[in-house]
């Protein structure tokens, strides 16, 4: 293991930030911060979005600083990588950020029902092979129904044709209803409306942008959690 990785794994024992599922045996009690994150870390009823597989963290990032109003946590099982989002959040001061470093099929230990109300889901390993390894499929879809209410909205940005068309192709089967459909972000979003979409852009965003990749989005919302 490199120096640098020692040195990010020693200095995340440090962020106020960062709760590591190394902290907690979760198979035995309860997670503290489960049903409690308005309470006692945010410390406000600002809506929670989630953001999975944030790596760096910069949509987590750039989401929070766009939306002060809202609260943001950034779920990565990378130790390396999530310790670049934590000190970002930390010089920039942002109080409505938190990151977990955990593994996201143990989502629901972590989260209440109800707790969360949206979740997005940045350029994801589109696991071609492996459809319930998928971030979005029938199986991670059914543990997020367990943590969103019934309003959430689970949004899907990615570069992967294959799996967007997977999404397309999978949400009428499954009753995800799709509240936005958008197969090329950049060519067919220049409103301001979408800034979201095209103003925050992860590192490996820009290297995909400048390989000619299209990047495609989907907002979705299970028609269980619409009752």
């Not at 049903?35 to 790596?55: D, M, R, S």
């Not at 942002?94 to 969360?116: G, H, M, P, S, T």
Request: some cysteine; charged content about 30%.
């Amino acid at each position: 293991m490199g120096k640098n990785k020692l040195k990010r794994f020693e200095e995340n024992e440090t962020f106020k930030n960062l709760f590591q599922h190394t902290h907690f045996d979760i198979k035995n009690e309860p997670f503290p911060l489960k049903g409690q994150w308005h309470a006692t870390y945010f410390k406000n009823n600002h809506p929670i979005v989630l953001e999975l597989g944030c790596g760096r963290g910069e949509y987590t990032i750039g989401m929070a600083q766009q939306f002060p109003d809202k609260n943001f946590i950034g779920i990565d099982r990378k130790g390396a990588r999530i310790w670049r989002g934590c000190k970002d959040a930390i010089e920039l001061n942002l109080q409505n950020v938190a990151f977990l470093r955990i593994k996201i099929e143990d989502i629901e230990c972590y989260f209440e029902a109800n707790e969360v109300h949206e979740i997005w889901v940045t350029f994801p390993d589109p696991q071609l092979r492996k459809e319930r390894r998928r971030l979005i499929s029938p199986n991670f879809i059914s543990k997020y129904m367990k943590i969103i209410d019934e309003k959430g909205i689970i949004h899907l940005k990615t570069d992967s044709r294959e799996l967007y068309e997977y999404v397309v192709e999978t949400a009428p089967i499954e009753k995800w209803n799709i509240v936005e459909n958008i197969p090329d972000v950049y060519n067919m979003c220049k409103e301001e409306d979408y800034s979201i979409l095209t103003e925050i852009q992860t590192f490996y965003e820009k290297k995909w942008l400048q390989e000619g990749k299209v990047i495609s989005y989907i907002a979705l919302q299970p028609q269980e959690m619409m009752r």
